[in-house]
């Protein structure tokens, strides 16, 4: 189910109930489609990639997850996706991308064999320098509570277009 809220930090998010909220309007990113397409891609991809599957698998092979380190493995996936895949420019700067996380901790992301959970593992050899960053910081600061349905703040909209196959791969180099 997709929600429209306003008046939270976050731009957008996904739960493990397959929600998606987008929070429109929002400051940062600027009323244009392509954005909020990307946006909307983006988090839909969450759930295509099933991030929240990907943390048990490493709670029950590690012992337990950090979901800083998993945000950022998941978000550079998908935004590096949504890029190249989709043909959509990145909506805003402050994202987690394959240069962000290259420039700032060393970790080359290699779209060819890298998903989540394998740059979450190469990710995890420089969790110090990921815990402090203060992008990590910004994303772990707007992330939504999830107290979404009592808060008087969510508008649900009368219709929602869900984008066709067609439109899913607009500039794709496979289609």
């Not at 869900?162 to 899913?168: F, G, I, K, V």
Request: net charge negative; glycine share 6%.
């Amino acid at each position: 189910m997709i929600t429209f809220v306003t008046g939270h930090k976050g731009i957008a998010w996904t739960d493990k109930d397959v929600n998606i909220f987008l929070n429109i309007p929002h400051a940062k990113v600027p009323m244009d489609d392509e954005k909020w397409e990307f946006i909307y891609y983006h988090e839909c991809l969450h759930q295509m990639y099933e991030t929240f599957a990907v943390e048990d698998t490493i709670k029950s092979e590690l012992g337990s997850c950090n979901h800083d380190l998993l945000n950022v493995a998941s978000d550079v996936v998908i935004n590096d996706y949504v890029k190249t895949r989709c043909n959509l420019e990145y909506p805003t700067d402050g994202l987690m991308t394959p240069e962000y996380i290259k420039e700032k901790f060393g970790v080359e992301y290699d779209r060819k064999t890298d998903d989540q959970y394998a740059l979450y593992m190469k990710l995890k050899e420089v969790e110090d320098k990921i815990v402090d960053d203060p992008l990590v910081q910004q994303m772990r600061d707007n992330a939504p509570i999830v107290d979404i349905d009592g808060g008087g703040n969510v508008k649900i909209p009368k219709t929602v277009k869900l984008p066709t196959t067609s439109e899913w791969k607009k500039g794709s180099k496979e289609a």
